[in-house]
């Protein structure tokens, strides 16, 4: 026999406590919505190597220090289906897209995305764990308790936000830490009653209790879930579409599936302002153009997949990518890349003046190499965060969100 103790203690909504529902629950179920902006972080775990993912096929000395790991030039051939493209995708003429990464390539037409090159943080750390630490607290060089994305989140919301901050995963990443609440939705498919029956009776049991707070936490649960359910009921696009999402979504992996709940809950205007999502297996030391390929076509195909369910919304949001450091200039003996210094970001979204590259390319020569062996850092990864959290969330207080940091000239992106 199912209990209200029991119900509380184990049902999937993870209540917490003695039977105290989570705040972000019943305030989904009874606020009113709202059109906001939303930033989505998205972190590449493991040290991307950038000079493969957005390929300088310009630079001469990109195919030298790769002999065997380079990806090739843009070259076209015809054949009877029209143009084929052989390696990387021709952004710019200096600059192109990993050959992998073809899904991203609608977007670059239309000019909602943006890549800035040469990113990355000050600190010279080639520890993933303090990088990473560091990088999402946005403090380089040190951790702190709280994190950039949640500071970065506008004043004023108060009790009327629902799910201002989700993190994409089964607990809450450190960028996300601090003193706005925060939700970690591994799945919107652990957030039901049951089957039609014993939801009825639970219902009837929280309805009948004498406990008042009892009841309330009841009441708010079983209203909140019904709004979680009808998310889930909703699909998000039809026909043709639905085939085409579908199909890209098959291939991004758990990663694509993330952005699809997130899609849900935006379109069910479910209050969200930030979001965090991370992709990890980047760590390429040995064999890179093995492994490679089959993460870019998960990280593309999610994004594109994202931004072809959002549609017109996309004008709402911003996407932007990054990682703890990227890989050494030089490949090594085992067909791979070591712990580097600079890397890449890519920025997608509805307000982007997309169709360009940002920043300033330092070169691959051995002077301009950072202490002689990395892509150097021209644009710190917070002024590309700065540029966001105050243009597209509004955020003006930029001292908290990056203590001690000030931001330099816009780079124009948004």
Known sequence: MVTRRVFLRGSA?????????????????????????????????????????????????????????????????????????????????????????????????????????????????????????????????????????????????????????????KQVPHCLRGGNEVIAIGNLQQYTIGDSSTAAVMQSMYAATPDASLGRTGKDAFEAMKVIQSIQDTPNTTGVERAQVGQLIGQSGDFGRNLQQLSRLLKAEAGVEVAFADIGGWDHHGNENQALPNLLRQLSAGIASFCQEMGDRMEDIVLVTMSEFGRTAAENGNAGTDHGHGSFMMVVGGPVHGGKVYGKWPGLEKEQLFEGRDLAVTTDYRDVLSELVRGHLGQQNLSNVFPGFQPGQPLGFL
């Not at 705040?23 to 950038?50: C, E, N, Q």
Request: aromatic share 6%.
């Open 13 to 169: 909504i993870v209540m917490a406590g003695m039977g105290v529902a989570p705040g972000w629950l019943a305030r989904a179920a009874t606020a009113g919505s709202k059109k906001r902006k939303t930033l989505v972080a998205i972190f590449m775990r493991g040290a991307a190597d950038g000079l493969n993912i957005v390929v300088p096929f310009g630079d001469k000395r990109y195919k030298v220090l790769r002999p065997t790991i380079a990806i090739a030039p843009p070259t076209t051939q015809t054949n009877g289906n029209g143009n084929v493209n052989n390696g990387t995708i021709d952004l710019d003429g200096t600059f192109g897209l990993n050959g992998a990464m073809q899904p991203l390539r609608a977007l670059w037409d239309k000019k909602q995305l943006a890549i800035v090159e040469a990113t990355g943080s000050p600190d010279p750390s080639r520890s993933h764990f303090e990088a990473q630490d560091s990088m999402e607290c946005g403090t380089p060089g040190k951790a702190s308790g709280t994190g950039w994305l949640n500071r970065a989140l506008p004043e004023g919301a108060g009790e009327s936000a629902k799910m201002r901050a989700v993190a994409l995963s």
